[in-house]
């Protein structure tokens, strides 16, 4: 089984400003990390994902992430933010296939004029 | 179609009657999954199709929740008399099978108020 901790329910972060977004999971098998943002009232859209190979990840819209095996974790980051990074966050795992996906319970990203 | 569609997707129901929610998948995705999204929650696993083996409902919370999935096509999630707890964003996706590699798409959800 697998678990998903946000330990952040709400950052709040002014426009310009670095974020971090803070995501630990927990699995007894090898896992695969994703990101989704979900705007209001949309959908969720994918971010990220680590899969294997370099613990750097990349995605769209400038973010970007960090997985840690050692410390179990895979937080988000972005050097800048913007106002249109206003959205709700949520850190998932999966252990493959038919896993389908366990999410965290999200973070509210703020940004502040 | 080009992504998941969800129908409705707002749905007010007195407590006590039965909903039915809908999910076209991509054309060609032969896994479906639905999630529940309580308010300030995360999303919680409800049931899982692929192809035409036996679906997954280890996630369904009760008996009053079915799903049907109809080949690798349309799938409807039926809550038989609702219950004012039952409130919540039911969220569908759709994938190819290794999801991981081929990633999630995810439908805009349903909105259900139970009043």
């Known amino acids: 089984a697998q678990s998903v901790t946000q330990l952040d329910s709400q950052v709040p972060v002014f426009e310009e400003a670095p974020v971090e977004l803070r995501c630990n999971y927990s699995s007894s098998v090898s896992v695969y990390l994703f990101w989704y943002v979900q705007y209001p009232n949309q959908g969720l859209q994918l971010l990220l994902k680590y899969l294997s190979g370099s613990t750097l990840v990349k995605g769209i819209n400038g973010f970007e992430a960090e997985f840690n095996k050692s410390q179990t974790s895979f937080h988000l980051r972005k050097p800048s933010v913007h106002i249109s990074d206003t959205a709700e966050y949520f850190c998932a795992v999966s252990g493959g296939g038919a896993d389908g996906l366990t999410f965290g319970k999200g973070t509210h990203l703020i940004i502040q004029p | 179609g080009a992504g998941v569609s969800q129908s409705p997707s707002n749905k007010v129901t007195e407590k006590g009657k039965d909903v039915e929610l809908r999910c076209d998948p991509i054309s060609g995705h032969t896994a479906l999954y639905w999630y529940r999204q309580r308010l300030g929650q995360g999303l919680e696993f409800l049931i899982y199709?692929?192809?035409?083996?036996?679906?997954?409902k280890s996630g369904l919370p009760s008996d009053r929740f079915s799903a049907e999935r109809t080949g690798e096509s349309v799938s409807t999630l039926t809550i038989q008399r609702t219950q004012q707890e039952d409130s919540a964003v039911y969220l569908c996706?759709?994938?190819?099978?290794?999801?991981?590699?081929?990633?999630?798409?995810f439908g805009s959800g349903t909105r259900l108020t139970v009043v």
């Open positions: 996706a759709s994938s190819l099978l290794l999801p991981e590699i081929y990633g999630y798409t």
């Open positions: 199709f692929q192809g035409n083996s036996a679906p997954d």
